[in-house]
């Protein structure tokens, strides 16, 4: 685990990865504490992808691939598995971490609507964990199908770009990839937006199971 921590989070991408924490936490203004999560959602979409792109594509870049591939396939797998989950956790807790800078830089007000501060944090987590996760997978199997951790981040942006729009948002609904950040914030009750997250984990899931597929035959 240890090894691989070193391999996936080398200084630079942690540096850059906190950077854009706080440099949205800082240019991103919001008067509410309901308008945090919307907020951070989709640039975290964004910030996931680039960063989890090279998880494997990097053995092909450094010309470590030939020794990965002498390796049992079950343990690449779980090899690129490790790498997947120690990038996700730790953005996660960028993810919280951003969620504070925002009061400690915007210093927003709760909303009349907002019923309780704790349960829109919750609402929050749970939302950028399905998100984080999902684009997380989607980069990863896209580098690896194609060999190149750059189309992988391209084929994110275009689908980002279809989704997080006002044409997405009237096309897909509350089955959008941003469902959450297009809620409608000011109504508590509504919880529509867990049909995005849950067709995020759907796909996620899914693409879980080919990815072992597309190790065998582009690793």
Same mark, same amino acid.
């Given at each position: 685990? #240890? #090894?691989? &921590? #070193? +391999?996936?989070?080398p200084f630079y991408k942690i540096a850059y990865a906190v950077s854009f924490v706080v440099i949205l936490s800082l240019i991103r203004g919001v008067v509410f504490t309901n308008e945090i999560g919307l907020s951070i959602e989709a640039p975290f979409a964004i910030l996931t992808a680039v960063f989890c792109a090279d998880t494997y594509v990097q053995e092909i870049t450094s010309k470590?691939?030939? +020794?990965?591939?002498? /390796?049992? +396939?079950?343990?690449?797998?779980?090899? +690129? &598995?490790?790498?997947? &989950?120690?990038?996700?956790?730790?953005?996660?807790?960028?993810?919280?971490?951003? /969620?504070?800078?925002? !009061?400690? !830089?915007?210093?927003?007000?709760t909303h009349p609507a907002t019923e309780s501060e704790i349960l829109q944090f919750i609402a929050y987590f749970l939302a950028i964990v399905v998100t984080i996760f999902f684009w997380g997978i989607l980069v990863n199997t896209l580098s690896m199908l194609f060999r190149n951790m750059w189309m992988g981040i391209g084929s994110c942006l275009l689908i980002w770009v279809a989704t997080n729009s006002t044409g997405g948002d #009237?096309?897909?609904?509350?089955?959008?990839?941003?469902s959450y950040a297009f809620r409608d914030i000011e109504n508590t009750a509504d919880v529509t937006w867990l049909q995005g997250k849950a067709l995020c984990i759907g796909i996620g899931l899914i693409l879980l199971v080919v990815l072992p597929k597309i190790v065998r035959k582009r690793g």
């Open positions: 685990m #240890k #090894k691989e &921590m #070193k +391999i996936v989070l470590r691939s030939e +020794i990965h591939r002498l /390796y049992p +396939i079950r343990k690449r797998i779980c090899s +690129i &598995m490790q790498r997947i &989950m120690i990038q996700e956790f730790f953005l996660l807790l960028l993810a919280v971490l951003g /969620y504070g800078l925002f !009061f400690v !830089f915007q210093k927003p007000v #009237k096309l897909f609904g509350a089955w959008n990839l941003f």
